[in-house]
Structure formats: C-alpha cells, structure tokens
C-alpha cells in the first residue's frame, strides 16, 4: 500500500509523558452546591496524590480572601485573582510545572476562561474543574462559563431546592429591585427557585414580598438565612 497523501500536516506523533488535560464544568443556581462538587472532585484528585490547586474570583470576598468557602462552611486555601492567565505566572513556573488539577471557583467573573482553559489542559495537561453560575437573575448566560462547553469532557449541571415550595430549584432569583447584572450576595439577596416560582416571582408580588422578608430577615437574623440557606444546598 502506498502512504497516505500529505496535505502539510505535521502528523508525527510526539511521545509525551503526562496524562492529557481535562475540563470538568460544573453549573447551576446558587446555593446548589457547587463549590462543595468543586472541593469533592479536586480534594478526591488530591486523594490519589496529585496537586491541585484552587482559584477564586477576588471580587468574591463574601466569606473570607485566602479561602473557598461553600454556604456550610467548608474551608481551603485558594488563590484570588481577578484574572486567570496571570495564575501561571503568581504561581511560579516550577510549581505549576508540577501542578495536575487547577478548580476555579465562581468562574462567571472570569472573562479570560475560555483562553485559561484551553491552555491548561491543552498544552499543559492540567484537569481544570470549573465551577460557576450558568445563567444570571434573568436567566441570561453568565459571564463566559458556558463557552468553556465546547471544550469539556463532562458538564454537570446542579439543583437546589425551591426556596418557596421545597421542589427542585434550576434558577437563582433576585430578592431585591436592583438591576445590575452582578450583584455579590448571598441569601439576603437571592434565593433559588423552580420554573413556576420564578415566573410568579419576576417582577410580581412575590419579589415585593420577598424583598421586604429579605430585609426583614437580613437586618434581624442574617446568620439564621445563612444556615437555612446552607441546609438546602
Ligand atoms: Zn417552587
């Protein structure tokens, strides 16, 4: 048999001593859990003896600079950046040399992922976990988490309870009349809703209701919304 014809390809294949890279992306409304996932899947990698690290978006400084923190109150060191492509370089080139999984925590305020991503895991062979809200208060895609689908090998999509009716929650709802696409809050300003909940709640009765319940509960006993609001994750 004759070889194959050319067309200019390189295609001699390299050998290469590191496991191929990864995207894992994880989404949903708030209060889902997804940084618990995200601290499950990179602390279960973590397990079997890879390094890992974890970044998070330093405009999140909700719990606390240095730390992931999920609604329940589980802790790990991470690195808050306001950008992704200068981790490499704030990490060091050795240690992220040696560095197998990468989680980004809260990934919609990162505006450089899709290029962060593609980096990581294909030329440099990392297993990046992204965790982040899909979609925003309107339910319009959020920042840039759901470009990084194409790249994935795997999308999960999580759930949280209906904060109204107790059934499964897709949405995240905003309590308060403020109309900015991002707005940092936790249970004081958002609460996550089934369909027919959030169709009744936009811009209805419920939202006023809400947001006075909010502002009520937020001024008198906002440690308590915290808990409940974790116990529903
Ligand atoms: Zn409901």
Same mark, same amino acid.
Not at 83 to 94: I, N
Not at 95 to 109: M, P, R, S, T
Not at 125 to 135: H, N
């Given at each position: 048999?004759?070889?194959?014809?050319?067309?200019?390809?390189?295609? *001699?294949?390299?050998?290469?001593?590191?496991?191929?890279?990864?995207?894992? *992306?994880?989404?949903?409304?708030?209060?889902?859990?997804?940084?618990?996932?995200?601290?499950?899947?990179?602390?279960?990698?973590?397990?079997?003896?890879?390094?890992?690290?974890?970044?998070?978006?330093?405009?999140?400084?909700?719990?606390?600079?240095?730390?992931?923190?999920?609604?329940?109150?589980?802790?790990?060191?991470?690195?808050?950046?306001?950008?992704?492509?200068?981790?490499?370089?704030?990490?060091?080139?050795?240690?992220?040399?040696?560095?197998?999984?990468?989680?980004?925590?809260?990934?919609?305020?990162?505006?450089?992922?899709?290029?962060?991503?593609?980096?990581?895991?294909?030329? $440099?062979?990392?297993?990046?976990?992204?965790?982040?809200?899909?979609? $925003?208060?309107?339910?319009?895609?959020?920042?840039?988490?759901?470009? *990084?689908?194409?790249?994935? $090998?795997?999308?999960?999509?999580?759930?949280?309870?209906?904060?109204?009716?107790?059934?499964?929650?897709?949405?995240?709802?905003?309590?308060?009349?403020?109309?900015?696409?991002?707005?940092?809050?936790?249970?004081?300003?958002?609460?996550? *809703?089934?369909?027919?909940?959030?169709?009744?709640?936009?811009?209805?009765?419920?939202?006023?209701?809400?947001?006075?319940?909010?502002?009520?509960?937020?001024?008198?006993?906002?440690?308590?919304?915290?808990?409940?609001?974790?116990?529903?994750?």
């Amino acid at each position: 048999m004759s070889p194959p014809p050319s067309h200019g390809v390189d295609l *001699v294949v390299r050998p290469t001593h590191r496991r191929a890279g990864e995207v894992h *992306v994880i989404v949903g409304p708030m209060f889902a859990g997804k940084t618990t996932a995200l601290l499950r899947r990179v602390m279960a990698e973590a397990d079997t003896g890879r390094s890992v690290a974890i970044i998070k978006s330093s405009r999140d400084n909700r719990y606390a600079t240095d730390a992931v923190v999920t609604h329940d109150g589980t802790k790990f060191p991470c690195w808050p950046l306001s950008d992704l492509l200068s981790f490499k370089h704030k990490f060091g080139a050795d240690a992220y040399q040696k560095l197998d999984v990468i989680g980004i925590d809260e990934a919609q305020f990162f505006g450089d992922l899709y290029d962060f991503c593609c980096e990581a895991a294909d030329l $440099d062979g990392k297993t990046v976990v992204v965790a982040g809200l899909d979609g $925003d208060y309107l339910r319009r895609s959020f920042g840039s988490v759901l470009n *990084v689908i194409p790249l994935a $090998d795997t999308v999960t999509k999580l759930t949280a309870r209906c904060e109204v009716c107790g059934n499964r929650a897709f949405f995240t709802l905003r309590k308060t009349g403020e109309t900015q696409t991002e707005l940092i809050g936790g249970a004081n300003v958002y609460m996550p *809703v089934c369909r027919q909940h959030y169709t009744n709640g936009q811009g209805v009765s419920v939202t006023k209701e809400a947001t006075r319940i909010a502002f009520e509960t937020h001024v008198v006993q906002n440690d308590l919304v915290l808990e409940t609001a974790a116990a529903i994750v």
